[in-house]
C-alpha cells in the first residue's frame, strides 16, 4: 500500500474501476494523494502488479462487512443428527426420511447414525444397505458428503442439502385469520297482547229511603194494623 509499494511501474485503477494503463508508481501516488485516497495493490503477482486508487479505511470496513456476513452464513448451518437402528420397520423409516427431508429443506447438514448391538455387529451390510437407500431416497435435495462408514459399533453418514432443497419444501400455509363475529342487536320482545276479559253487566248499589218515605210506610202499616184489630172485635 502506498510507499511499500517495490514495483517501478503498476496497471493503475482509478476509484471507478477505469483503467489507466501502465504508469509509474511514483505517478499513481501522485494521483493517489490528489483525491485524498491511498494506492492499493490489489494484485501483487501480475506482472506489472495491479494497483487501484481507493479509500483504504472504507475498503478494509468493507472487507470486515463481508467476513462477518460469511462468518455468520457459515454458523446458520447447523449439524443436526438421525439415530436409527438396523431392524427398523417401515413405518418409522418413514417418520425418519420425513424428518430427514424437513433438516435438509432448512438448509442444515444431517448426521445419520446407526449403533449396532450385540449379534447386529456381525451383519454391518445391512445397515450399509440402509443407509444407501436412505441417500437413495433423498438424492434430488442432498449431496453425500461423507459415505456411510462403521466406527466401532456406530455407522456414520453425512448428508448436505441441495441448493434446490429449499424449493422444493412443502411451503407451509399460514392459519387464516379467524373472521369477526357479527352480534346480531336483539331487540327487546314485545309483549303479547292481553285478552280484555269479558264485560259483566253492573248492578246498581241499591239507593237508601229517604226519612218522609220511610214515614209513610210505618203509618201505611199502623193504620193496617188498626182495621185489622177493629175487624177482629
Same mark, same amino acid.
Given at each position: ?11 493503475? #485503477? ?22 485524498n485516497?491511498? &494506492? #492499493? ?8 502488479? /495491479? ?24 454458523? $446458520?448451518?447447523?449439524?443436526? &443428527?438421525?439415530? &436409527? ?7 418409522? @423409516? ?5 424428518? @430427514?427431508?424437513?433438516m &435438509?429443506?432448512e438448509?442444515?447438514?444431517?448426521? #445419520?447414525?446407526?449403533? +449396532? ?6 451383519? !454391518?451390510? @445391512? ?16 449431496? /453425500?458428503?461423507? +459415505? ?21 419444501? !412443502? ?16 331487540e327487546?320482545?314485545?309483549? $303479547? !297482547? ?34 185489622d ?5
Open positions: 500500500m502506498n510507499e511499500r509499494i517495490r514495483a517501478r511501474e503498476v496497471r493503475l #485503477i482509478d476509484e471507478n474501476g477505469a483503467q489507466l494503463g501502465i504508469v509509474p508508481v511514483q505517478q499513481a501516488l501522485q494521483l493517489a494523494r490528489q483525491q485516497m491511498d &494506492l #492499493i495493490e490489489v494484485a501483487p503477482g501480475a506482472q506489472p502488479p /495491479v494497483c487501484r486508487i481507493m479509500d483504504f479505511g472504507k475498503h478494509k470496513y468493507q472487507m470486515q462487512k463481508k467476513e462477518r456476513e460469511a462468518h455468520k452464513k457459515a454458523h $446458520a448451518s447447523e449439524m443436526r &443428527l438421525i439415530r &436409527l437402528k438396523p431392524q427398523i420397520d417401515k413405518h418409522d @423409516l418413514e417418520i425418519k426420511t420425513k424428518k @430427514l427431508r424437513e &435438509l429443506a438448509g442444515d447438514k444431517v448426521r #445419520i447414525q446407526l449403533r +449396532f448391538r450385540g449379534r447386529e455387529m456381525s451383519r !454391518p451390510h @445391512l445397515g450399509m444397505e440402509l443407509l444407501n437407500g436412505i441417500a437413495a431416497g433423498v438424492a434430488e435435495i442432498a449431496t /453425500v458428503e461423507s +459415505f456411510p462408514r462403521l466406527e466401532g459399533r456406530m455407522m456414520n453418514m453425512l448428508l448436505s442439502p441441495k441448493p434446490s432443497a429449499r424449493a422444493a419444501a !412443502p411451503k407451509k400455509e399460514k392459519p387464516a385469520a379467524p373472521k369477526p363475529e357479527t352480534v346480531e342487536s336483539k327487546p320482545a314485545a309483549p $303479547a !297482547p292481553v285478552a280484555a276479559a269479558p264485560s259483566q253487566p253492573v248492578t246498581p248499589a241499591p239507593q237508601p229511603a229517604s226519612p218522609e218515605l220511610v214515614k209513610e210506610e210505618l203509618y201505611a202499616k199502623q193504620a193496617e194494623d188498626a182495621e184489630g177493629g175487624e177482629a172485635g
